[in-house]
């Protein structure tokens, strides 16, 4: 079950509620769903929902009270094993681990597909969105302009490739010159791709505009590399300011290259099994390790699995191609963890068993996920590092 999917079955149960008489309000037209913050109220739970915090005000009742109508109804779906109330309202939701073996294997049956419109995720995302903003981004075309300088270009190569991703259709106005950007724009019912600029050359030649950033992007490339370039220009929110290093830094302080690490890890997991005469074969949670406090880490990864296809389409719908950047680093950070505390492969004269397959499965899920995000942003999947 993926937050897309969760998120529905809360809707269904507002619903439910409206229909039922047991609450008076207008069904929201969409809600959030998220791991919940450890430390703040979120236990053992895998998602939390703040619906009734969202709807309490118009149905007149405590927003806690609103949760446990809520709370009643969710509990019967498939595939959710409890839901409990938490802080001022909180749906708390953990589900069962058939659930998340169920995840698994839709990674690897959709591959690169996974998080796309074109898989079966997409099409059930696109089945199950009746908002009229939702139908409004899926079906009416996105005209981007990149405003002046490499950032902003960079910045929209990325999201032709992230658009589409999530079903929606886009075009980009290219090789215009800055003073006209916005009437373009405009005139095209678009908008322009405007992030915050950065300074590349000390003292840019005339240039036409495309000139310009195929000269900083040869400056940029020379020194950092192209991955180095799109990382660092695409992971800072577009508001924020990007701090170019001064050489590629290939160490852990350095996300582009934890990620990239991460994803060349479960490659090399994947190759050392098939030499050892085993392959991946999803488990539940309970195979891959032992119950306890690095369980965490568990839970982690498998959110970040989830909410791959809810990164996607908010990164279209936002145009924040650095919401994928930052997730790609949550499910890295996940599964190394993962890695060092439940090893895939047998260690010394162990024999492969369920265990090691259910893990390697786990693997390869998070090495399509960081596979699938890395090719969004423009950025290598080096199977060897």
């Not at 000269?215 to 370039?229: K, N, S, Y």
């Not at 989830?306 to 994928?324: L, Q, S, T």
């Amino acid at each position: 079950m993926t937050p897309a999917e969760l998120s529905r079955a809360v809707l269904c149960s507002v619903r439910g509620a409206v229909e039922d008489g047991e609450l008076s309000v207008t069904v929201p037209a969409r809600v959030v769903v998220r791991p919940p913050v450890r430390g703040q109220g979120g236990g053992e739970a895998d998602f939390a929902c703040n619906v009734a915090l969202q709807v309490a005000k118009e149905a007149g009742r405590p927003p806690r009270e609103v949760a446990g109508v809520l709370r009643e109804r969710l509990a019967g779906v498939s595939g959710i094993a409890g839901v409990e109330v938490a802080g001022a309202g909180f749906l708390n939701v953990t589900l069962t681990e058939a659930a998340w073996v169920a995840l698994v294997r839709r990674v690897l049956r959709e591959g690169r597909g996974y998080g796309h419109a074109a898989g079966s995720q997409g099409r059930e995302n696109s089945r199950a969105k009746g908002q009229e903003r939702d139908r409004a981004m899926a079906q009416e075309p996105v005209v981007l302009r990149a405003a002046a300088g490499v950032r902003a270009a960079v910045t929209v190569e990325a999201l032709e490739r992230i658009l589409p991703a999530a079903g929606v259709v886009g075009s980009v106005q290219k090789d215009v010159a800055p003073d006209e950007a916005q009437r373009v724009a405009v005139e095209y019912g678009g908008e322009e791709i405007r992030p915050r600029p950065v300074k590349v050359l000390s003292r840019p030649a005339p240039l036409s505009p495309a000139s310009l950033v195929r000269q900083e992007w040869r400056v940029l490339a020379d020194r950092l590399g192209p991955d180095e370039v799109r990382w660092a220009l695409l992971h800072p929110a577009q508001a924020d300011a990007v701090r170019l290093p001064e050489r590629p830094v290939q160490r852990e302080s350095n996300g582009r290259f934890r990620v990239q690490y991460a994803y060349a890890r479960t490659c090399a997991m994947t190759r050392n099994a098939r030499e050892l005469g085993f392959t991946a074969e999803p488990g539940e949670p309970g195979e891959v390790g032992e119950s306890g406090g690095e369980r965490s880490a568990l839970r982690a990864l498998y959110a970040a699995l989830a909410e791959y296809p809810a990164v996607v389409e908010a990164a279209a719908r936002y145009r924040a191609p650095d919401r994928i950047a930052r997730h790609l680093e949550v499910t890295a950070d996940a599964w190394l963890r993962c890695h060092d505390v439940w090893p895939p492969l047998p260690v010394g004269e162990e024999k492969p068993s369920a265990v090691h397959r259910a893990r390697l499965a786990l693997a390869e899920a998070a090495g399509t996920v960081l596979a699938n995000g890395l090719h969004l942003l423009g950025i290598s999947t080096p199977e060897r590092l």
